[in-house]
């Protein structure tokens, strides 16, 4: 049978790599196939793959990873019932749409999986993430998982790396191939440089597996090594808590003339070509399209020595710079390596950076290999009959988790987060009114001769004050949040029962419980322990 008809399962919520690699892939070979792209129902992707009219549809479905150690028996359950009932969702577009076969664009879901097994399609897994080493995370039921990745028809991974891996962990044979980049878009002519600029490019989602951290030390250390003129440019969206403190402490430490922060973007030519070299810092990626991308644009690459980015930068450094992993030191070191390369040194390896990427990463080829191995798997498949006992099965643990209400269960959880959010939302609104009115929370707390505050409570509403303060003369001396998540990393936080805080008001930002927090403190004997909402409401 000729493979005519191909749905996709796109499981991001916005064009990250694995996204923009789909696309690409899906412009390639249209040619041979008509794809059809199923996507989550919050997810606004819809618009990019409308604009190359390839069409859609919108299930709900979930993911099933959660942070390592952090998964129960009711997760594991709510997420298989979901997953089920998101098969259930799929078979009317597979009916409708005349689909011949399922292609799932990473590791995060599996119902596709179990949809195709149910109508008696083939399926292929593309395998572009290592969730535990890249993010810390793991499946929520991992048995699960390979029983379905064994059953698949095809199995891809996007690098020699991760292909490793899932033989060494799972021992799942798969098949190795790079993704395809539409090297037009990239590539640019190179020239004879005659001189390079300290400027640097960081493109990328911003966590703190993706090394951005390690940068910002880096330049600091660059600074006081006698490089007062580096730049370095990181770019992405992510992270928002971790995103503000890293510039919180660019601020702090005058590295604002060194540093700046845009948010995501499509289009980094113009960024690329103001820049002179490029740095991957993520730990463990699975293959990092950025590298690639930076090659093809004829930036000078540096990247962290771990996962993918070895691959393609070389274990001996053939097509550019490699350093420890989340070593600040030798990243400076690296850099400063990099600058004080002769420039006809670093011109040679960026033509080989080039002229490699170009070669093997090329989509036109790329195209022409998936859709090859879409016809060799639609020639061998045969539907077997353990997949009946396995359904089977799958149909019983469905029922018995359906029946446990775990959906019930979890109600009340939804329902405290749903309270918490919307008495934030209403202070802040609130506030908003209050600086509309041309006012500041400062002129509150100058009114009661505070100079000095700690804050408690760094999530949204607290970051902002922390913002409204900066320029008045009031002084943040303490961070206080019982679960700051990665701001700890870059800004220093101090734990309630500590030594005593020299400061003339700690300020509580916690809406769903601020009331219950403020005499807490209060007990501590802190005479001034002042609610956010209290001082939004003295306007």
């Known amino acids: 049978m000729v493979v005519k008809k191909v749905l996709y399962i796109f499981n991001d919520d916005g064009f990250g790599g694995a996204g923009q690699s789909l696309l690409d892939m899906l412009i390639g070979i249209r040619k041979w196939i008509t794809p059809v792209v199923v996507i989550r129902d919050d997810a606004p992707v819809e618009e990019k793959f409308k604009e190359v009219g390839i069409q859609c549809h919108r299930i709900r479905f979930s993911t099933d990873f959660v942070k390592i150690g952090t998964g129960d028996d009711r997760q594991r359950a709510c997420d298989f019932v979901k997953s089920y009932e998101a098969a259930l969702q799929l078979i009317p577009i597979i009916k409708n749409e005349k689909i011949q076969m399922i292609h799932i664009n990473s590791s995060v ?72 980049l539409h090297i037009s878009r990239f590539k640019e002519v190179l020239g004879e440089k005659s001189s390079f600029d300290h400027t640097f490019i960081a493109p990328g989602l911003i966590t703190p597996e993706k090394g951005q951290w390690d940068i910002i030390r880096a330049v600091e250390i660059l600074k006081k090594r006698g490089f007062p003129d580096v730049k370095v440019t990181i770019i992405g969206n992510g992270d928002t808590s971790f995103i503000w403190a890293m510039k919180k402490y660019i601020h702090k430490q005058n590295l604002e003339r060194n540093i700046r922060i845009l948010p995501f973007c499509n289009d980094l030519s113009s960024l690329r070509r103001e820049a002179s070299y490029a740095i991957t810092s993520s730990q463990n ?107 089977a099965d799958l149909k019983r643990k469905y029922e018995a988790a359906k029946n446990t209400d775990t959906e019930a269960e979890k109600q009340p959880e939804e329902d405290t987060r749903y309270r918490k959010s919307e008495k934030a939302l209403k202070l802040a609104v609130k506030w908003l009114e209050v600086r509309q009115n041309g006012h500041s929370l400062a002129e509150y707390l100058k009114r009661k001769n505070i100079h000095s505050v700690a804050i408690y409570g760094m999530a949204d509403l607290g970051r902002r004050f922390y913002d409204e303060l900066e320029g008045e003369d009031i002084q943040v001396r303490y961070l206080l949040d019982r679960n700051p998540g990665r701001m700890n990393l870059v800004l220093e936080f101090t734990p309630l029962d500590g030594e005593r805080m020299d400061v003339d008001a700690v300020i509580v930002t916690v809406a769903g419980a601020e009331e219950q927090i403020v005499k807490d403190i209060k007990r501590r004997g802190y005479p001034q322990v002042i609610g956010l909402s209290e001082i939004i409401s003295s306007f």
């Open 285 to 391: 990626e699975a293959l990092g399209r950025v590298t690639i991308e930076a090659m093809l644009a004829g930036n000078f690459v540096i990247g962290a020595a771990s996962g993918g980015t070895i691959e393609i930068i070389g274990e001996n450094e053939e097509r550019g710079l490699l350093y420890e992993l989340h070593d600040s030191e030798a990243l400076a070191d690296a850099m400063i390596k990099a600058m004080e390369l002769p420039d006809d040194v670093k011109n040679r390896m960026r033509e080989t950076a080039q002229a490699y990427a170009e070669d093997t990463f090329d989509s036109q080829s790329y195209g022409s290999t998936i859709i090859n191995l879409y016809q060799e798997i639609s020639d061998s498949y045969r539907r077997e009959e353990p997949a009946e006992l396995f359904l």
């Open 109 to 180: 879901s599996y119902f596709a999986a179990i949809a195709a097994l149910m109508m008696g399609i083939p399926y292929v897994w593309h395998i572009r993430e290592l969730l535990e080493e890249q993010f810390g995370c793991e499946f929520l039921d991992e048995e699960l998982k390979v029983s379905l990745y064994q059953q698949a028809d095809g199995l891809i991974t996007i690098s020699e790396y991760v292909q490793k891996s899932y033989l060494e962990k799972y021992r799942l044979e798969t098949t190795r191939l790079y993704d395809g």
